[in-house]
């Protein structure tokens, strides 16, 4: 038992004078539950963050909240999509066996600003960004997408994007290290024409020796990378790599890679156990490059 555990609601009464140590636990089990407040709010009420006049519309497993009333029917179809996004991706990686994330209090805060002059003052993001997402707090479990009114990019490509980046965490936690290239991978899938290009592109770069060696890309991480079209061909490979092992191995065998990642294990360790027919990433690599021909 603690000094917090043993305050009574009767200690707390009005009118009931309290002594000594006693009092000084009341007082600090006051602060601590003034911050909780305080913390709780923050993180949950968008309009603290981001100022006053936000109207909200809220579905199953988001809340998407704007600013302007003639944006309400641009939110709508923001959450209709959303919902679809979810349902297809939590499908995809095995999502919804574990249990129904992200529904009541829980739901994800999808933010429309009005424009984006507004979006780049109130959350400090560059001149190109068109959208990004938070997971800010582990206590609190707060994930948002930011992002304001602009045409087509985000709800059929930032959107769904975001929304999987999300998912794969959750699924496969919070504290570990997904490779850059299957969270990359995994999100790009639901982005409207991304697989068609990627697989012309990669067709024409490995037909001239050029891609990302898979051992290679295991441990690499293209975050710092500068060079536009080294990130564009790994972003490009992720996708294909992932979408490959979608259509020719089949769901159940990527739920089941999902769900080694999740127990924690190595890349390397968790393809061997799902994709035993295929046997190691060398194997993966060369199957990968038959596809086109090599
Ligand atoms: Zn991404």
């Not at 697989?195 to 051992?215: H, P, R, T």
Request: include cysteine; aromatic fraction near 16%; hydrophobic fraction near 40%.
């Amino acid at each position: 038992m603690n000094g917090l555990s043993r305050l009574r609601v009767s200690d707390l009464r009005i009118g009931t004078p309290l002594k000594g140590a006693t009092w000084f636990r009341a007082q600090h089990a006051f602060r601590i539950f003034v911050s909780l407040i305080f913390l709780f709010v923050l993180f949950h009420e968008p309009r603290f963050l981001y100022g006053d006049g936000w109207l909200e519309i809220k579905d199953k497993h988001f809340v998407v909240f704007y600013n302007l009333s003639q944006d309400e029917s641009l939110a709508r179809s923001v959450l209709r999509k959303a919902e679809d996004y979810y349902d297809k991706i939590a499908y995809r990686v095995g999502y919804q066996r574990y249990s129904d994330f992200w529904t009541w209090d829980d739901r994800v805060k999808i933010m429309i600003f009005s424009d984006q002059k507004t979006y780049q003052k109130k959350t400090g993001q560059p001149a190109w960004s068109l959208g990004y997402s938070t997971r800010d707090s582990y206590l609190f479990k707060s994930r948002s997408i930011v992002t304001y009114r602009q045409q087509g990019e985000f709800v059929d490509g930032l959107l769904p994007h975001e929304i999987s980046h999300l998912v794969l965490k959750d699924l496969i936690g919070f504290d570990r290290k997904i490779p850059v290239w299957f969270d990359e991978g995994v999100a790009q899938l639901q982005e409207a024409k991304k697989k068609e290009d990627a697989y012309v592109l990669m067709k024409n770069l490995v037909s001239q020796g050029q891609y990302v060696k898979f051992d290679a890309l295991m441990k690499g991480d293209i975050r710092g990378e500068t060079d536009a079209r080294k990130i564009m061909i790994f972003y490009a490979q992720s996708l294909v790599m992932v979408d490959f092992l979608i259509k020719e191995y089949g769901n159940d065998a990527f739920i089941y890679l999902c769900r080694e990642l999740r127990q924690g294990k190595t890349m390397e360790d968790a393809f061997k156990t799902a994709y035993s027919s295929i046997g190691s990433i060398g194997e993966f690599e060369k199957k990968w490059l038959r596809e086109f021909g090599q």
